[in-house]
């Protein structure tokens, strides 16, 4: 019986909300969204000098007596799923528009003026990062309105739009391209990328005339690059040899706890591999759709809910980061306690300067690799793509250029948030101030022992209640809600993203969740216990599985929801439940898959070659944003977006953000983390 009330249960889920049709012969009567004149042809067959392309953003403008307006109101309502259709973007060749106004006069082009775009916040931004522009606004602006509102009234569409030029692109003249973009950050990264092969090279030929002075000719030559030489001058010589960091890459993990955690490396590939493919999403939004119909109408669907609950993916590095934390901060501990200076109690000195190293530490290696994608992301490269090249890349080059100095200092989900490097970058930022201050409370429960279970508890409970407490007085809405038009504006002045999504304390209860499960785990290792013996445990832990499930669709009923104002008290819980609930319940995976609880899914997350992959994400998630964009600015015209198209920017995306990420763990990552092990 309980079976049908399951059954019944999700059905209800899943069709609280009315299923909705989009009506496309009403949609139809809208403009496309995106209209681009063949790029590579203006530039080519005139001359240099009016050889001049530019793309333009616009806002249609409210008609209350046109079908058209009327039509684009009823569809932009669906404010949550559908991008909105008043904002138009035109790629336009100036020689072409200039041809076709040439036969109209004075009255007829005044009739088709429909002003500057001024008031828009969002392309206002963009607006600012193209400050060099401003020769091209000024010189082009009034044409390329008078000439997309001609286009459109052509095609019969009886609505008019403001516009401004977001930027113009003009055939190079040689020699002179190359004196204006190779500048001090390109040569910047030149010289660090002759360094890094330089000493590569270096590295691996020292390396080398070791292993043939070896004088125990009985070893194979790939043990000499497993064992460790002598003298602290010749480890560091070799730090960089590209044999040595191979096999340190693939080496097996070492200790008990290396062991027993060795399935974490799984489980970051697969939690990568969802972002990967949902950051590929959203950089096709961010470009230019010829079906933006299809992608609407899937976000309606119980897929639709999938995919938005899909960011609860970014827990699990919060709790797998805060696991990490607290097993390192215990070996610190254990090692203290078995030294021989060591004290019943930590001074205050102690204290700090643990702290500062371990800060430090953490510091140098996260920083390095993203300082150097950094670098990279701020590079200039020619125009090799088309209409939408600076739109999507050089966007994010300048950002980069302009508020790198917020990413390396992690403070970059609170400062330039609307001119974002690396948006993905938020998560280090959160992530670190969790760092430092779930370290603070280690070692607060750790100097108060007697208090630490009302530390832990205390703690548990503010940052479980904090996400509902916020969005209940500052009115958030319950779940992040990465709608397309947010996408397509890359997150720019969006306070659900910047306030709700990616600021550590909503995120700090999922970090601290991590915490638990280690200290849990280390004391079931302690006292030996067996989880993977108890029938119990198993039971509730394969449970975990279709329960997370199932926790996804539980937003569907609130992302579906449209005419009927949400309680806010419900709202509220809902915030706070939301993550926490899934980060705990990831935590009780984590520490019975730790307990060897899992069975085949636990010697399928063992296999070697996501001991590979799973170092390798670090990595993967530092480049894929700059791979994804690469990629998709490239296109020539609007994309045709279906499973095949999606699946196949996604598969190389993926595949080349690893092969990126093998190259910049294997010249960076490694010889840094060697460095840091002899600093030790």
Known sequence: MWREYVVLALGALLTVTQCFELNMAQYYEMPPLFHFDNYDRCLQKVNVDAATYCFVRSEVQPNRTSAVWQAIEKVSIYNKHHFDHRQLYFGLCMHNCQSELAKLDVNSLRKFQGGNLTDNVVVNVYLNLFDAEAANRAR???????????????RGYDLQAKSVIEYCDKRDIPG???????????????????VLISLATVSSLVDLVLNIR???RSLNNYVHYKTTPRGFGVRILITCSLARNWYRLTQKPNGKIGRDLRFLDCLKFFAMFLVIFAHTNWVIYEGAISNPQDPERLLHTPAGTLLISGSLVTVTFFVISGLLLTINWLAVVRDDASSK????RWGVTKYVSVFVKFNIFRYIRLAVPYGIVILLSGVYFKNTGGPLWRHIYEREQLACRKN?????????????TNERCLLQGWYLAADTQSFVLS???????????????FIYVVTSIIFMALPAVLTYTLDYYPIFLPTPQTQKNSFIEDRQFTKFYTSFYMNFGAYFYGVL??????????????????????????????????????????????????????????????RNLWAFGLAIFV???????????RKFACLPIFRILGRLTYGAFLLHLLVARMVLATVREPIFVSAGTMSAFFFYVLCVSYLSSFLLAIFVELPLSSCLKLMR
């Open 176 to 194: 002179k391209a190359m004196l204006l973009k190779d500048d001090a950050w390109n040569l910047t990264f030149y010289v660090v990328l002759c």
């Open 439 to 453: 370290l603070a409370l280690l070692m607060c429960s750790h100097r108060f022992g007697r208090w630490s279970k």
């Open 591 to 601: 520490v019975g898959m730790a307990g060897k609880v899992g069975w085949v899914l």
């Open 214 to 216: 070896c004088q125990d």
């Open 341 to 344: 200076n060591h004290t019943e």
């Open 140 to 154: 082009y602006n009034n044409l390329s309105n008078i000439c997309l509102n001609w286009r459109l009234h052509q």
């Open 404 to 416: 790198w100095w917020a990413n390396m200092l992690f403070i970059n989900n609170i400062v330039g």
């Open 517 to 578: 499960a280690a200290l849990i785990y280390n004391q079931i290792t302690m006292k030996q216990y067996k989880l993977h013996n108890l029938y119990s445990f198993q039971v509730l832990w394969f449970a975990l599985i279709p329960a997370g499930v199932i926790w996804l669709f539980t937003a569907h009923p609130i992302y579906q929801h449209y005419f009927t104002n949400i309680p806010i008290i419900w709202g509220a819980i809902y915030a706070g439940a939301q």
